[in-house]
């Protein structure tokens, strides 16, 4: 039960790094649609966008090194094999 529980836990790491993508993209999208309507305020509304996309990109790598540990964690194939061969006897 324990690796099977690493193996989804692996897999639910790239639906944070999807999210990620997604937030970053919208975040961008926003802040070029506020540039084009008030061109003079560009550069705050540029900081700011950078400051959150370096929040959501924290993230990411968060997500990244989180998915090195656990598949660090998970056990070798010939481990995996021989649980499945005593588990059918």
Known sequence: MYFALLAIA?????VAAFGCG??????VYGAANSMARQ???AGKIQL??????????S??????????ILVGKLPKTEAVLELIQHAVK
């Open 48 to 57: 700011v966008m950078f400051v959150g996309l370096a929040f959501i990109e």
């Open 59 to 68: 993230l990411t790598i968060y997500s990244l090194m989180m998915s090195f």
């Open 10 to 14: 692996v897999a639910l790491i790239a």
């Open 39 to 41: 061109p003079e305020i």
């Open 22 to 27: 997604i937030a970053q993209g919208i975040a």
